[in-house]
């Protein structure tokens, strides 16, 4: 099917769904390199007004990418659900926005009808705070040792990282995090190395420092599947099965990934039964780019590519998803406003789809962004009612060489909004003498056990 | 204005430990945080003296082989990674018109994100690795230098080199704790079009702080010849090196 228009004599037209959708995403650095993006403002508003004429049924019957040809096609085709799609079935992409702003209650019951190019297509036509409005009606809660996302709360991952995986520098880390309330979403390590022992001692590391101190919270060690499936084969203690994943079959491929590698390591890690108050086992990775980065994107733009994503994190039902949105670089996100925009459109597309949703509020060092702009994502973030952050020492990963937010942040955040932890958590914080009960650091939380249990840096293998 | 746990900076170069005012950072930790930004950032756009790098190699007996991508600047360079994977027509020309012979395997060395990091570490890791490939058997192709480059770049030199295994050094990209920290990708088998599952990277190299150079070579070597022997690199190529497996190759 054909799209076109004419404004003041001048004609618009665009071949297919796949490129109009492109042609209609709000301007970004990823588009552009791979020649997919409106070559004017003029042409992106007229997108936007076709696109939204498009009947959101069309994104069953005109698949962007063919499922004969990609596994994630086939897997949105199966997961859609025709009953919970009923109350939008005769929507257009811009009915169904006026029809998501209109409305106040819950929103989680239309996910399991929606798919992903049908949040993805109705992001393009909402400013930020459509974004923001709508992304907050839409709670996820998800369980394994603690609860993530309940009304009122913000979670954070403790993320230690070392450049060298020094075990005495990430407990060091560790310890600042948990002393400023960090990490009920997970402690999440990035190793600098996959080596199979290195991830075996980081894991024994986390695990022990969990069950010494009784934390209610989960470890990850955040390697390929294939090395966590390998360290479960040998008995590491795993709570948390990590994966960067894309949007399409082939970007998966790039990851050395497929949907049946997920399934079996799901699976595994299942088995153990490790969790407590619930076993939801998987926490994902995405990022808009990821798809162009492999050449992998089949002309699709690289925010409905990120949507599609979340169509494979739904199927694990994981624990966490979390978009690290300028991680890459300035040739997918240029600068603090496409960084701020992607992060408000993957949070609201994940929460509409059904997922426990989090963001990496980051930037490196070759963008065009600076700390003033993750504080404002991270208080928009905030206001939306995104489920988790990073917690990073002074928001400077030393290994990853890029800033995210740090401890402080979430403290701040908590203030301005009267966001708390997880409720197992904040008891345990409260129980420690780390929180005071009225959602703040104690003004005498230097007197905390778990300072002078960590002072020798006990926690660590002897 | 420092927390107890300030001394546990001994373990990391992690912003532990800092204090608070309120919720917030304490003004001098805020200050050397946007000083250290602004040092990242005039890194990242720092050109690398390639000529000044090749003659270091060449005081040291190494002959460096000079090859182009076709950006000229480092604005394009940031915005154009499509092109930092492929050389330029005259480089092209010049590795298809060369005689051909079998190496194990291609060293590529690039500036990348960090024009310092190859200045600081790169002539000494490119010794280590010489020496650890050298115990190994292995045989090394032309080092070969090209400002300017993306990790796939390596793909393309090393098919025209005809080469088994092609590896190259890249300048990562500057954090504020370290603006000089190399990476080392390899690839088996490098054709053009070869995705990042089929790579193994080794990171943060810059001794002190980070990986030194004699585990990094050390490690490479390793990952090469497993890559030999089994046909093969990247995600199906896990790394389960003994401790001290180089050292102990001249006890066999």
Not at chain 1, 116 to 134: C, T
Not at chain 1, 227 to 244: K, N, W
Not at chain 1, 325 to 344: M, S
Not at chain 1, 368 to 377: I, K, P, R, V, Y
Request: charged share 20%.
């Amino acid at each position: 099917m054909n799209y076109s228009a004419t404004v003041k004599g001048k004609n618009f037209s665009f071949g297919n769904l796949r490129m109009l959708m492109a042609k209609a995403s709000p301007r970004r650095a990823a588009d552009e390199l791979a020649g997919l993006a409106a070559e004017s403002e003029v042409e992106r508003a007229v997108a936007q007004q076709l696109l939204a004429d498009a009947p959101l049924r069309l994104f069953i019957e005109e698949p962007l990418i063919a499922p004969e040809r990609d596994e994630v096609s086939r897997l949105i085709l199966e997961q859609q659900d025709t009953a919970a799609f009923v109350p939008i079935a005769g929507l257009t992409v811009g009915g169904f926005r006026d029809w998501l702003l209109a409305d106040s209650s819950d929103l989680s019951a239309l996910a399991p009808g929606l798919m992903p190019e049908m949040a993805a297509a109705v992001s393009k036509i909402m400013r930020n705070q459509d974004l923001i409005a709508v992304a907050r009606r839409c709670r996820v809660t998800s369980r394994f040792r603690n609860t993530i996302g309940l009304p009122g709360r913000l979670s954070t991952r403790l993320q230690p990282n070392h450049p060298t995986d020094d075990p005495r520098g990430i407990a060091a880390s560790i310890l600042d995090g948990l002393m400023y309330g960090s990490g009920d979403a997970v402690i999440g390590i990035n190793p600098a190395t996959d080596n199979l022992e290195n991830v075996h001692v980081l894991l024994t590391l986390l695990d022990e420092i969990i069950r010494r101190h009784e934390i209610p919270t989960q470890s990850c060690v955040l390697s390929h599947v294939t090395t966590s499936i390998e360290l479960m084969r040998r008995g590491a203690p795993v709570d948390l099965v990590f994966q960067s994943i894309a949007g399409t079959e082939a970007a998966n491929r790039s990851f050395g990934i497929d949907l049946a590698i997920l399934r079996e390591a799901k699976a595994m890690a299942e088995s153990l039964n490790r969790g407590g108050a619930g076993n939801q086992v998987m926490y994902f990775e995405t990022g808009q780019g990821s798809a162009l980065s492999a050449n992998a994107h089949h002309g699709v733009d690289a925010q409905t590519c990120e949507a599609r994503a979340y169509a494979v994190a739904r199927e694990f039902s994981p624990l966490l998803v979390n978009t690290v949105v300028g991680f890459i670089g300035p040739e997918y996100l240029y600068d603090g406003k496409q960084i701020i925009r992607a992060g408000l459109e993957d949070h609201f597309c994940g929460k509409l789809l059904g997922l426990p949703m989090g963001c990496d509020i980051c930037y490196t060092n070759h963008a065009e962004a600076d700390q003033n702009d993750m504080d404002n994502l991270l208080t928009l973030l905030g206001v939306a009612g995104c489920s988790y952050i990073m917690g990073i020492p002074g928001s400077d990963d030393v290994m990853l060489a890029y800033q995210s937010t740090s401890f402080h942040d979430a403290l701040y955040l908590r203030q301005l909004l009267g966001l708390r932890p997880a409720p197992e958590f904040e008891d345990w914080l409260e129980r420690m003498g780390i929180f005071d009960g009225g959602n703040r650091l104690a003004d005498n939380r230097f007197k905390a056990p778990l300072l002078s249990n960590f002072s020798g840096l006990a926690g660590l293998p002897s | 204005m420092t927390d107890p746990w300030f001394a546990l900076r001994r373990f990391t170069q992690a912003r532990i430990g800092q204090g608070r005012a309120g919720c917030a950072t304490p003004t001098s930790a805020l200050l050397e945080f946007q000083l250290a930004h602004a040092m990242a950032r005039d890194a990242v756009h720092q050109p690398w003296c390639v000529g000044g790098f090749a003659e270091a190699m060449a005081a040291k007996g190494l002959q460096p082989l000079k090859l182009a991508t076709p950006i000229a600047d480092r604005e394009r360079y940031l915005q154009r990674p499509d092109l930092g994977r492929c050389l330029d027509q005259a480089s092209r020309e010049y590795l298809q018109s060369r005689p051909v012979k079998a190496y194990d395997a291609a060293l590529i060395i690039s500036n990348g994100l960090s024009s310092a990091a190859v200045d600081k570490h790169g002539l000494a890791l490119l010794e280590a690795i010489a020496d650890a490939y050298s115990r190994c058997r292995l045989s090394l192709g032309p080092v070969c230098l090209a400002p300017n480059a993306r990790v796939a770049l390596a793909d393309e030199i090393g098919e025209l080199l005809n080469v088994c295994v092609s590896v190259i050094i890249v300048g990562e990209r500057p954090g504020l704790s370290a603006a000089d920290s190399l990476g080392v990708y390899l690839t088996y088998a490098p054709r053009i079009g070869n995705t990042d599952a089929v790579r193994n990277c080794l990171s943060n190299i810059r001794p002190p702080e980070g990986l030194s150079y004699q585990a990094a070579a050390a490690k490479l070597a390793y990952l090469t010849r497993q890559a030999l022997q089994r046909g093969l690199s990247g995600v199906a190529l896990k790394d389960d090196m003994p401790d001290n497996w180089l050292e102990s190759l001249g006890q066999d």
